[in-house]
């Protein structure tokens, strides 16, 4: 189906520049932008927020060390709980 799209022209320039960049048309983009925004919205049509209430927490004593703070290293102080 085709469709119009009235866009400003900084973010139409800031599209092509992006499509161009990742070796994509500015159809392919915008398709993928417009299905990344459906899929991120509720079954409502809400738009889902991830607040920091639901991230993960971890009780440590402060300062963490150096290796605490990669990926491996906050994983592992998640599995000592």
């Known amino acids: 189906m085709r ?3 009235e866009l ?3 973010l139409f320039a800031r599209l092509k520049a992006r499509a ?3 070796g994509t048309t500015l159809k392919q983009l915008l398709r993928f932008f417009v299905e990344q925004g459906l899929e991120a919205a509720g079954p ?3 738009a889902r927020v991830r ?3 639901d991230l993960p927490r971890i009780e440590a ?9 990669s990926n491996a290293g906050l994983f592992a102080l998640l599995e000592e709980e």
């Open 44 to 46: 409502g049509g809400e």
């Open 51 to 53: 607040r920091a209430a």
């Open 61 to 69: 004593d402060l300062p963490l060390r150096p290796d605490q703070l």
């Open 8 to 10: 400003p022209d900084p």
């Open 3 to 5: 469709t119009t799209l």
């Open 20 to 22: 161009a960049l990742e």
